[in-house]
């Protein structure tokens, strides 16, 4: 008979004991988790990236229903524990429901420690732990306006990024006089400041809150020094507390956290814990690694191998911003008996310190450069020592031994316990031991089996190298990646054969390309749906149901399931009866929100479903068409007011930037394309950003192209200077036809020209006149059949079963 295993508490240190478990092969236990919050298992550590619309809650799931379905794992979401009857051993939760175990796991973690200041309590004040905390900020972020975070440690600076992101003006209040003390020196932490005021934070340091203002709603932060800071949105960010309450009511021991043995046992034989609520060795983690350090130490002990010992951990630290390198380990304080090694390179924002200590590293902060970060690691952990590679440590494992080593001897010199993904918890022998036994052959592969990589991604490289270790030449890094699992045909392929074959529509590509499924999948039938309407305009018929639901129904669905409304503003432009349209339409169907948004249009948020055919007729009727803003396709043209208002301008920035929406509007791209026209150098409109940019000067315009500001950050490149604006529809045409007929799905125009060369898309487009003239022919051909309004076509009875409710069907009893 199976024994009882019951868990308290659904994250991540949960979890991965659970994975650690059943990897092992064990099935000695009926398992019962019990999870407050009303989902499965998804990365914390990840919440930053969600906040700052980086990634969505489906991209860290770390846990589906499936997989607890898969392992017989009965998942009970939404229950919150309230007792543990020891005597009995028994827990019963809030309703009174009682659940027996034989082995229990408290994995309670921790809660938010929230200031006692007067108005802590105001709506406003919102803590960064889970996702609801992010809701409640992307709510705010929404509304717009000014964001205080107090705390400039690690979590407070992701939310102000994620924030910062999302528009918000954000001010992080610190009370200490560096940011991230506990993990950085002070010279790390100057540059991080000034990293994070470079991209509009603004950072107050030794800033003390002494009152949160406002009557209901938040208002205003008061500070010790009598300034006053206005805000509305407060996020507190300044640490956690293990959650011990449940332990301590129990009757078991604890401290400052629940106390553990190395066996992570408490001072009850039959109840183990794990995670931040744990206490060992005096210490308590809130950090990832740790927490996966126990939970194998717990699956180990469950399995019957009771060797398994938790011994403590050593924690690194990185700052999960976009663009920002940082990671530290170790002790860096300074002290009598220690030195440090240190590396600056000013131009190019890099700091390294070493603190050595008997010759053995015992600290180091990174910044700037963190590629060493690994093997820094495993000197500190080994404690090696560093006496005959002192004078060139500080530049990194390649440079030891005189000549640059070779990357893959020192990934082959790592130790099986080496860890690879500081995110996920995943060491080297599990990813050689994934490849090997089952069969592993791709980065995505080891994603999905291990999850290294899965996380920030800064590992990446890591995996490829272990992948390339363990299987020699089979291993091709650049090797075509299937576009999906209905076929082993890449992207490409696929482009090519549609043209070569003549195929035009789905079911042919499918049948003649020898598809390994029926009907596809969501991966490939949007894919193939666009590169039949870009490669046969006129001819191939849009396959509406091979769409995303907001492509489908021309409106970005929100996350209570209402949609936004953003009608099309050329060039930025818009008149007093626009607005009015605008502000009736809002009036008339109870629309919560009216946001503007960075594109220069506005945005009407919290549209009913079955209110979308008369909102979009309200518009219509105004002479507002869709902004398309759900699209793989043209989004907007950014403009700046031009010669015609600036005395900067150059050229009539705004006329050409409507002349080209007006252009492109309606063209399908593979992934969303944004434009930007600036009057003058100066660059107001930030089209040097942009996936397409002109910047007027004097003597004409200069084009720019492959620009980015989203989940990568990465300026444009030159493609020609023009006289003309006539010459600037044609390169601008031209470059978007040649990115349609060569473009990936979902691949935007960045990486699109990376793959193929920034130079040969110069070489076609600016060098090859000829060319050049036929793309923009062609380009102009297709939008003969694309600038339709979609809004008209569903006012005008298309597809109205998209909007029909659904008709209820009475019940009948069985017989």
Same mark, same amino acid.
């Given at each position: 008979?199976?024994?009882?295993?019951?868990?308290?508490?659904?994250?991540?240190?949960?979890?991965?004991?659970?994975?650690?478990?059943?990897?092992?092969?064990?099935?000695?236990?009926?398992?019962?988790?019990?999870?407050?919050?009303?989902?499965?298992?998804?990365?914390?550590?990840?919440?930053?990236?969600?906040?700052?619309?980086?990634?969505?809650?489906?991209?860290?799931?770390?846990?589906?229903?499936?997989?607890? +379905?898969?392992?017989?794992?009965?998942?009970?979401?939404?229950?919150?524990?309230?007792?543990?009857?020891?005597?009995?051993?028994?827990?019963?939760?809030?309703?009174?429901?009682?659940?027996?175990?034989?082995?229990?796991?408290?994995?309670?973690?921790?809660?938010?420690?929230?200031?006692?200041?007067?108005?802590?309590?105001?709506?406003?004040?919102?803590?960064?732990?889970?996702?609801?905390?992010?809701?409640?900020?992307?709510?705010?972020?929404?509304?717009?306006?000014?964001?205080?975070?107090?705390?400039?440690?690690?979590?407070?600076?992701?939310?102000?990024?994620?924030?910062?992101?999302?528009?918000?003006?954000?001010?992080?209040?610190?009370?200490?006089? $560096?940011?991230?003390?506990?993990?950085?020196?002070?010279?790390?932490?100057?540059?991080?400041?000034?990293?994070?005021?470079?991209?509009?934070?603004?950072?107050?340091?030794?800033?003390?809150?002494?009152?949160?203002?406002?009557?209901?709603?938040?208002?205003?932060?008061?500070?010790?020094?009598?300034?006053?800071?206005?805000?509305?949105?407060?996020?507190?960010?300044?640490?956690?507390?293990?959650?011990?309450?449940?332990?301590?009511?129990?009757?078991?021991?604890?401290?400052?956290?629940?106390?553990?043995?190395?066996?992570?046992?408490?001072?009850?034989?039959?109840?183990?814990?794990?995670?931040?609520?744990?206490?060992?060795?005096?210490?308590?983690?809130?950090?990832?690694?740790?927490?996966?350090?126990?939970?194998?130490?717990?699956?180990?002990?469950?399995?019957?191998?009771?060797?398994?010992?938790?011994?403590?951990?050593?924690?690194? $630290?990185?700052?999960?911003?976009?663009?920002?390198?940082?990671?530290?380990?170790?002790?860096?304080?300074?002290?009598?008996?220690?030195?440090?090694?240190?590396?600056?390179?000013?131009?190019?924002?890099?700091?390294?310190?070493?603190?050595?200590?008997?010759?053995?590293?015992?600290?180091?902060?990174?910044?700037?450069?963190?590629?060493?970060?690994?093997?820094?690691?495993?000197?500190?952990?080994?404690?090696?020592?560093?006496?005959?590679?002192?004078?060139?440590?500080?530049?990194?494992?390649?440079?030891?031994?005189?000549?640059?080593?070779?990357?893959?001897?020192?990934?082959?010199?790592?130790?099986?316990?080496?860890?690879?993904?500081?995110?996920?918890?995943?060491?080297?022998?599990?990813?050689?031991?994934?490849?090997?036994?089952?069969?592993?052959?791709?980065?995505?592969?080891?994603?999905?089996?291990?999850?290294?990589?899965?996380?920030?991604? $800064?590992?990446?490289?890591?995996?490829?190298?272990?992948?390339?270790?363990?299987?020699?030449?089979?291993?091709?890094?650049?090797?075509?990646?299937?576009?999906?699992?209905?076929?082993?045909?890449?992207?490409?392929?696929?482009?090519?054969?549609?043209?070569?074959?003549?195929?035009?529509?789905?079911?042919a590509v499918m049948q003649e390309l020898e598809w390994e499924t029926s009907c596809g999948c969501a991966k490939?039938?949007?894919?193939?749906?666009?590169?039949?309407?870009?490669?046969?305009?006129?001819?191939?018929?849009?396959?509406?149901?091979?769409?995303?639901?907001?492509?489908?129904?021309?409106?970005?669905?929100?996350?209570?399931?209402?949609?936004?409304?953003?009608?099309?503003?050329?060039?930025?432009?818009?008149?007093?009866?626009?607005?009015?349209?605008?502000?009736?339409?809002?009036?008339?169907?109870?629309?919560?929100?009216?946001?503007?948004?960075?594109?220069?249009?506005?945005?009407?948020?919290?549209?009913?479903?079955?209110?979308?055919?008369?909102?979009?007729?309200?518009?219509?009727?105004?002479?507002?068409?869709?902004?398309?803003?759900?699209?793989?396709?043209?989004?907007?043209?950014?403009?700046?007011?031009?010669?015609?208002?600036?005395?900067?301008?150059?050229?009539?920035?705004?006329?050409?930037?409507?002349?080209?929406?007006?252009?492109?509007?309606?063209?399908?791209?593979?992934?969303k394309v944004k434009l930007a026209v600036s009057g003058c150098p100066r660059n107001c409109s930030e089209a040097t950003c942009k996936d397409?940019?002109?910047?007027?000067?004097?003597?004409?315009?200069?084009?720019?192209?492959?620009?980015?500001?989203?989940?990568?950050?990465?300026?444009?490149?030159?493609?020609?200077?023009?006289?003309?604006?006539?010459?600037?529809?044609?390169?601008?045409?031209?470059?978007?036809?040649?990115?349609?007929?060569?473009?990936?799905?979902?691949?935007?125009?960045?990486?699109?020209?990376?793959?193929?060369?920034?130079?040969?898309?110069?070489?076609?487009?600016?060098?090859?006149?000829?060319?050049?003239?036929?793309?923009?022919?062609?380009?102009?051909?297709?939008?003969?059949?694309?600038?339709?309004?979609?809004?008209?076509?569903?006012?005008?009875?298309?597809?109205?079963?998209?909007?029909?409710?659904? +008709?209820?069907?009475?019940?009948?009893?069985?017989?």
């Amino acid at each position: 008979m199976k024994k009882k295993l019951v868990v308290i508490g659904n994250g991540m240190a949960a979890g991965h004991m659970l994975e650690e478990l059943f990897d092992r092969g064990n099935t000695d236990y009926d398992v019962t988790i019990f999870g407050k919050e009303p989902r499965v298992n998804y990365n914390r550590m990840m919440l930053s990236p969600v906040l700052s619309g980086e990634k969505k809650y489906e991209e860290i799931i770390i846990h589906d229903e499936e997989w607890y +379905k898969t392992n017989n794992v009965d998942l009970r979401t939404g229950v919150n524990i309230s007792k543990i009857d020891r005597e009995n051993k028994k827990v019963i939760d809030d309703d009174g429901n009682e659940t027996s175990y034989d082995k229990l796991l408290i994995a309670t973690g921790s809660y938010p420690f929230i200031i006692p200041v007067v108005g802590h309590k105001l709506k406003g004040v919102v803590s960064f732990r889970d996702l609801d905390d992010v809701d409640l900020m992307q709510e705010a972020a929404n509304r717009g306006g000014k964001a205080i975070v107090i705390g400039g440690g690690l979590l407070g600076l992701e939310a102000a990024a994620g924030l910062q992101m999302q528009g918000m003006d954000v001010t992080v209040l610190h009370l200490m006089p $560096t940011l991230m003390e506990r993990q950085l020196d002070s010279a790390a932490a100057y540059l991080l400041e000034k990293e994070i005021e470079q991209r509009g934070i603004k950072v107050i340091t030794r800033a003390n809150t002494e009152k949160i203002i406002g009557d209901e709603h938040v208002e205003a932060i008061r500070l010790d020094d009598g300034r006053e800071l206005e805000a509305d949105l407060v996020v507190m960010a300044v640490g956690i507390r293990p959650e011990v309450k449940l332990a301590a009511e129990a009757g078991l021991m604890v401290n400052r956290g629940i106390l553990a043995s190395d066996h992570l046992q408490t001072s009850d034989p039959d109840i183990l814990t794990v995670g931040e609520c744990v206490e060992h060795g005096s210490e308590c983690y809130g950090l990832v690694a740790p927490l996966y350090e126990m939970a194998k130490v717990i699956a180990a002990n469950l399995d019957g191998d009771m060797s398994a010992k938790y011994t403590g951990s050593v924690t690194s $630290t990185k700052l999960k911003v976009t663009g920002i390198d940082l990671f530290s380990i170790g002790d860096f304080a300074e002290d009598e008996g220690r030195e440090g090694i240190i590396l600056r390179d000013a131009a190019g924002g890099i700091y390294k310190r070493l603190i050595l200590e008997d010759n053995k590293l015992v600290g180091a902060v990174l910044y700037g450069e963190t590629g060493d970060s690994t093997w820094f690691t495993q000197l500190l952990r080994e404690g090696t020592d560093i006496s005959e590679m002192r004078e060139t440590v500080i530049f990194g494992q390649n440079f030891q031994g005189g000549p640059p080593l070779d990357p893959m001897a020192a990934v082959a010199a790592l130790p099986d316990e080496a860890e690879i993904c500081g995110c996920n918890g995943v060491c080297k022998g599990k990813i050689v031991s994934a490849i090997k036994e089952k069969g592993l052959s791709s980065v995505d592969d080891v994603r999905v089996h291990t999850k290294a990589s899965a996380s920030c991604g $800064t590992c990446t490289n890591l995996v490829e190298q272990l992948l390339s270790l363990s299987l020699g030449d089979s291993f091709n890094p650049n090797a075509p990646k299937p576009m999906c699992p209905c076929t082993p045909l890449e992207h490409g392929d696929v482009r090519r054969l549609i043209v070569a074959k003549e195929l035009k529509s789905i079911p042919a590509v499918m049948q003649e390309l020898e598809w390994e499924t029926s009907c596809g999948c969501a991966k490939c039938r949007p894919a193939l749906n666009y590169y039949l309407l870009s490669t046969w305009p006129g001819e191939y018929v849009d396959d509406n149901q091979s769409r995303f639901v907001n492509e489908r129904l021309h409106a970005n669905i929100q996350k209570d399931g209402t949609y936004s409304v953003v009608p099309r503003m050329w060039g930025g432009i818009t008149s007093p009866e626009e607005l009015r349209a605008i502000a009736d339409v809002a009036d008339k169907y109870k629309i919560p929100t009216v946001k503007v948004t960075g594109g220069q249009r506005i945005d009407l948020l919290g549209v009913k479903k079955e209110d979308l055919t008369d909102v979009w007729a309200d518009l219509n009727n105004a002479g507002m068409i869709s902004g398309h803003a759900y699209a793989k396709g043209l989004r907007t043209v950014k403009t700046c007011v031009g010669k015609d208002w600036c005395r900067f301008g150059t050229q009539d920035s705004t006329g050409l930037g409507i002349k080209l929406e007006r252009t492109l509007w309606g063209s399908w791209t593979p992934a969303k394309v944004k434009l930007a026209v600036s009057g003058c150098p100066r660059n107001c409109s930030e089209a040097t950003c942009k996936d397409v940019g002109v910047i007027c000067v004097d003597s004409g315009y200069e084009l720019h192209f492959g620009g980015a500001a989203g989940l990568d950050i990465k300026g444009t490149e030159i493609l020609c200077n023009v006289t003309t604006e006539d010459e600037v529809m044609e390169y601008t045409t031209a470059l978007i036809q040649l990115y349609r007929e060569e473009g990936y799905y979902l691949e935007r125009i960045y990486k699109w020209a990376k793959r193929v060369g920034f130079d040969r898309v110069r070489e076609v487009i600016v060098d090859d006149e000829e060319q050049r003239k036929t793309l923009s022919k062609r380009f102009y051909h297709a939008q003969q059949f694309l600038q339709i309004d979609p809004w008209k076509e569903f006012v005008d009875g298309k597809d109205a079963h998209e909007f029909a409710p659904i +008709k209820p069907i009475p019940l009948e009893a069985a017989q």
